[in-house]
């Protein structure tokens, strides 16, 4: 990339806020009062939410929400398209100069630490997905678990395996994916950009409940998923798709749903596969969270109280950004 260009994209993304935590947290109701306290427009930091007609089991903000706060990048998609971290980064990039342009301040909210890593230090523009392997792989970490698949890449490509948590397990496939279709490690490809934002520039952070709180959140969301009509809902997508893209398809919930409508499970027993799968997520969304030396860590419980909390984040981010 130009290194004019790259330094513009830099300074743009320096002056975002970011809101993000696992699902369930509730990033979405504190989200519209952060964006007013900062007149912003929202842009979606959220893979599943790309995706048009797929709205129960993303949980994507209402519509009166929407029409409260601009919000970005959702609905973009169909469901059988396939979307890249690249593609997004590329959109968010076009989104947030739009918004700044006109003298708007720009705030991300939702989950994908893929998408918020991707926007603050850059990506590796690899080889396209080889969905064998990982289906291959997949099947092993069944067997074996993720601190097998760890020690694995630890042989082949040590530089990359020293940087991953073992739990990290879309980032080890990934590495292991470039080795197998390159046959080099994906640490000797990535390319350091010339300059990045340092971690005390960043303004983002993550909301984290107690465990068990989080857990009953999850529950009660996936309840009423099922209860509003997600079985239906997955059903219509397949009537006019035929199929979901790879993508699409690895939204928590929907998996399962189509499991389910292929003869796999009762309701009861796809709704507890369900909570299970979002509880393994949001474990994962923060054990990404906790190591990224960008974000900054907000205990919450019960019911938020937006107006202290806003002011606090707002007032702690003032105090992040350096004088220019």
Known sequence: MNTDLRAQQIEMIRHCWFLTGATASGKSELSLALARQLNAEIISLDSMAIYREMDLGTAKPSRIARQSIPHHLIDILAPHESYSVSQYREAAIETIQDIQSRAKQVLFVGGTALYLQALLKGIFDGPPADWAFRQAIDEEVQQVGHERLHERLKLVDPLSADKLHPNDTKRIVRALEVLHLTGKPISHQQREFEQSLRPEQCRVFWLHRPRPELHQRIEQRV???????????????????????????????????????QGQGTVAQTMEQVKIRTRRFARAQETWFRNMAESRQLEIRGDIDNIPLTNSIVEAGQHLQPRD
Do not use: C, N, P, W
């Open 223 to 261: 309840e009423a998923m099922f209860r509003d009509g997600l079985i239906s809902e997955v059903a219509g997508l397949l009537e006019r798709y035929g199929q979901l893209s790879h993508t699409a398809t690895q939204a928590v919930g929907y998996k399962e749903v189509i499991a389910h409508l």
